[in-house]
């Protein structure tokens, strides 16, 4: 009988343990059980699962410790970890996400939100998966059915992209229509069909490293503490670090990597300055804000095209490449352009 996915779950609570994989098996999982940590490394180097279940508070080594080494280990380097634990602190989570989990899931757990975020990342890996083989055979079969190839490729990089937002309610559509902008601004520029076509795929795929931020920091109605924000501020460094290994034949993962960076310096997370950011994230950066002012978001209601472009005609030059700036502007205001729906 087919399965699922296969999970490894580690609990140092015996009942704990128990409750986690009857629920996954009663899901049409294959569960494999560790009660700690030791008995968990073993098991993810014999046979690596695609995914594991860690408890943080363990005796003699606690899953952050395991985290680490697995994470270190490169038979299990690429293992999704996400972490299943009564911590609530924002700053243990922060340090989870650095040794490199993908998510939490906070005792006692809803059945609903743990298996979404299960079956989120194990489709967000095998996604991954598919598409370096995608790119491999586009790249050395070129010239076998290219327009099979392309569309195939454009296909999987979108539905990777509306991952993140299956998490996320309140940013439904953002990156679809982010790229939707940011093609439109391209061709205005008169770029090559192939650099607007990359630009599509880097915009489709722009916030993707939202999918280690926890779903209640997402979805938070009021303002963000330092290190909520911090940890938000962290999605881009996350998309270029699960990207970067894919071979595109576009700059996907540089573009995901510096659409927040600002002319002046003032971006995260490398500061860069005009001449070292790349003309793609130049173009995706005004895009992002101009849709994300325009549309709903917890804490605050939509501000309108108006507030949205005076926003980048008051930093043209500074923030904003003047030149995408203005293009931008004549879209809404002389050319009719609407978001998509």
Avoid at 155 to 174: I, M, Q, S
Wanted: proline share 6%; charged share 25%; aromatic share 6%.
């Amino acid at each position: 009988m087919s399965h699922k996915g296969r999970i490894l779950a580690v609990d140092d609570t015996p009942a704990s343990l128990k409750l986690l994989s009857d629920l996954l098996r009663n899901e049409g999982y294959d569960v494999r059980s560790a009660i700690n940590g030791e008995l968990a490394l073993r098991s993810a180097a014999i046979n690596p699962p695609e995914l594991v279940l860690l408890d943080i508070r363990m005796p003699e080594m606690d899953g952050f410790e395991v985290c680490r080494r697995l994470k270190a280990d490169p038979v299990t380097a690429q293992v999704p970890v996400i972490f299943v634990s009564a911590l609530t602190d924002t700053d243990e989570k922060l340090h989870g996400f650095e040794l490199g989990a993908v998510d939490f899931v906070t005792k006692p757990f809803q059945r609903e939100e743990l298996m979404a975020r299960v079956r989120v990342h194990l489709e967000v890996d095998r996604l991954r998966n598919h598409l370096e083989e995608v790119v491999l055979e586009r790249t050395h079969k070129l010239q076998e059915s290219q327009e099979h190839q392309r569309k195939t490729l454009i296909d999987f990089v979108t539905t990777l992209g509306a991952t993140v937002e299956l998490r996320d309610p309140y940013t439904a559509g953002h990156q679809r229509r982010v790229a939707d902008l940011a093609s439109a601004i391209a061709r205005q520029l008169q770029w090559p069909p192939e650099q607007i076509e990359g630009l599509y795929l880097a915009s489709v795929v722009h916030d993707f490293g939202k999918i280690r931020v926890p779903t209640e920091i997402l979805c938070k109605p009021g303002k963000l503490k330092e290190l909520e924000f911090r940890l938000v501020q962290e999605h881009s460094k996350t998309g270029y670090d699960i990207l970067q290994s894919i071979a595109f034949p576009w700059p996907i993962a540089q573009a995901v990597y510096q659409h927040h960076e600002r002319l002046d310096g003032s971006g995260y997370p490398q500061g860069l300055r005009g001449p070292d950011i790349l003309p793609e994230a130049k173009v995706l950066a005004v895009a992002d804000v101009v849709e994300a002012m325009m549309s709903h978001r917890p804490y605050r209601a939509s501000l309108g095209p108006e507030v949205a472009l005076q926003e980048i005609e008051t930093h043209r030059g500074t923030l904003y490449e003047a030149e995408v700036v203005d293009v931008c502007v004549r879209l809404f205001r002389e050319q009719g352009y609407r978001l998509p729906g």
